[in-house]
């Protein structure tokens, strides 16, 4: 029987933690089949674990399955099977425990992640702790973050653990990417999409346009409306106007048209309206904006 792991715990300085994410542990764990015990190696009081008592950790970690198939189970989830290009977010204080199943083999990754940033994320509901388990395909750019991060973890240049923390970033990231919006239908999905197209180019009024959407694919309009919502966290009207408020910005920036201009190649009902909606989101007519030094701009 062949065993193959890697994995090291990190001390964190007083500057590193000012960075507000950073990895605290990395590892790589290779099991040939039948191998007996999981894991191979022991790890920190308060990280390892045997299967009839699971674990609770206090920080987050992202684990990767590479290879293999196993299960997994936390307190808020039942037990489910898991297999090859399988990603968990483990959420501190959450009681949690998982392994290969026999003869199958198994290939894991982890990045164990603190500070303030993440933090911030997993208390504005990015991260629910009760969908753990993400099962998009393992894409060859999240293999490639994987093995960067297995460089840098082995090697530890200057400030290793803030850009193991940043890949973990990219890695979540590409994870809410693959990820459909929760209770949407593929198709549905799809159709948002399209929809988002139609906004950002449309001049009329996103909820008519949206509805004239709707209607050719033969779907409600409300129906389709919270679809809409609940996939871009806009409904159709607000993600028009911000899509038109970031044109303003880059006409206004970028170009020598007059408000009265601007406002009828993007479809406002008149220069007042534009005037009115712009100040309100930056607290300074266009005109005064325009004029700033673009530092200042934001």
Same mark, same amino acid.
Request: aromatic share 6%; charged share 25%.
């Given at each position: 029987m062949k065993q193959h792991s890697f994995f090291s715990y990190f001390p964190i300085s007083a500057e590193v933690r000012q960075w507000e994410i950073y990895a605290t542990s990395f590892g790589r764990v290779r099991m040939e089949d039948n191998a007996p015990i999981y894991p191979p190696d022991r790890h920190p009081a308060g990280h390892h674990f045997e299967w009839e008592e699971g674990r609770t950790l206090t920080s987050c970690q992202l684990l990767c399955i590479q290879a293999g198939r196993g299960e997994f189970e936390s307190s808020l989830t039942r037990r489910v099977s898991i297999s090859a290009g399988t990603t968990i977010l483990l959420h501190p204080g959450i009681w949690h425990r998982y392994r290969p199943l026999p003869g199958t083999g198994w290939t894991e990754s982890w990045i164990e992640l603190r500070g303030?940033?993440?933090?911030?994320l997993r208390k504005n509901g990015l991260f629910d702790p009760t969908k753990p388990v993400h099962r998009p395909p393992l894409t060859l750019e999240m293999e490639q973050v994987w093995e960067r991060a297995f460089q840098m973890a082995w090697t530890k240049p200057?400030?290793? =653990?803030?850009?193991?923390? +940043? @890949?973990?970033?990219? @890695?979540? @990231?590409? +994870?809410?990417?693959?990820?459909p919006a929760p209770n949407v239908p593929r198709r549905i999905e799809a159709m948002v999409s399209q929809a988002q197209t139609l906004l950002s180019s449309a001049t009329t009024d996103g909820d008519a346009t949206i509805e004239e959407h709707a209607r050719q694919l033969g779907v409600g309009y409300s129906y389709f409306r919270r679809a809409f919502k609940k996939q871009t966290g806009f409904s159709p009207k607000q993600y028009q106007n911000e899509v038109r408020f970031r044109r303003v910005k880059g006409l206004l920036a970028n170009t020598a048209l007059s408000i009265?201009?601007?406002?009828?190649?993007?479809?406002?009902?008149?220069?007042?309206? @534009? =005037?009115?909606d712009f100040t309100q989101r930056t607290k300074t007519p266009p005109s005064q904006w325009r004029a700033l030094p673009s530092k200042r701009r934001g």
């Open positions: 303030r940033q993440i933090d911030r200057p400030g290793f =653990t803030v850009h193991l923390g +940043l @890949l973990a970033l990219e @890695l979540l @990231l590409r +994870l809410q990417e693959k990820s009265k201009e601007i406002a009828a190649q993007l479809g406002y009902s008149s220069p007042y309206h @534009l =005037t009115k």
